[in-house]
């Protein structure tokens, strides 16, 4: 990563707001940027491709899951530069939004669960298919 120092991130919006850190290309970074994300409050988010596994197997079975269910709302991936509406700039996959549980209705009418369908994703990432169930009053 240290190599990105040469390019324009101050680019990246709004500038204000992030904060930057450069590791080495051999350094441990994983520590640190975990250390400072929790540091930093809830509303801290970082970008990293890293899954983390190495870390969540070190931790065990209850933090680990304390892990993965921080990734999944704190954890932004790369996914490259690409051109956009006649822009170049960098592309990211942002968690999301919602809780990936099964939902209902206040009445219990409606139902929305989620299911896996296939499709491959991140080992922290849950599947982000929904089927939606009403129940037909007679």
Same mark, same amino acid.
């Given at each position: 990563?240290?190599?990105?120092?040469?390019?324009?991130?101050?680019? =990246?919006?709004?500038?204000? /707001?992030?904060?930057?850190?450069?590791?080495?290309?051999?350094?441990?970074?994983?520590? =640190?940027?975990?250390?400072?994300?929790?540091?930093?409050?809830?509303?801290?988010?970082?970008?990293?491709?890293?899954?983390?596994?190495?870390?969540?197997?070190?931790?065990?079975?209850?933090?680990?899951?304390?892990?993965?269910?921080? /990734?999944?709302?704190?954890?932004?991936?790369?996914?490259?530069?690409?051109? /956009?509406?006649?822009?170049?700039?960098?592309? =990211?996959?942002?968690?999301?939004?919602?809780?990936?549980?099964?939902?209902?209705?206040?009445?219990?009418?409606?139902?929305?669960?989620? =299911?896996?369908?296939?499709?491959?994703?991140?080992?922290?990432?849950?599947?982000?298919?929904?089927?939606?169930?009403?129940?037909?009053?007679?």
């Amino acid at each position: 990563m240290e190599h990105w120092k040469s390019r324009k991130v101050s680019n =990246f919006e709004p500038a204000e /707001q992030v904060e930057w850190f450069f590791a080495s290309n051999v350094s441990s970074e994983d520590p =640190f940027m975990l250390y400072a994300a929790l540091h930093s409050g809830h509303n801290a988010m970082v970008v990293t491709n890293d899954d983390l596994r190495d870390h969540r197997f070190l931790l065990g079975p209850e933090l680990s899951d304390l892990l993965k269910l921080w /990734q999944r709302g704190h954890q932004i991936l790369f996914l490259g530069i690409k051109k /956009q509406l006649g822009k170049t700039g960098p592309k =990211f996959h942002w968690p999301d939004n919602h809780d990936t549980r099964v939902q209902s209705s206040a009445d219990g009418s409606v139902w929305h669960i989620p =299911f896996d369908n296939g499709d491959s994703r991140r080992s922290f990432q849950l599947p982000d298919s929904w089927i939606c169930l009403r129940r037909t009053l007679k």
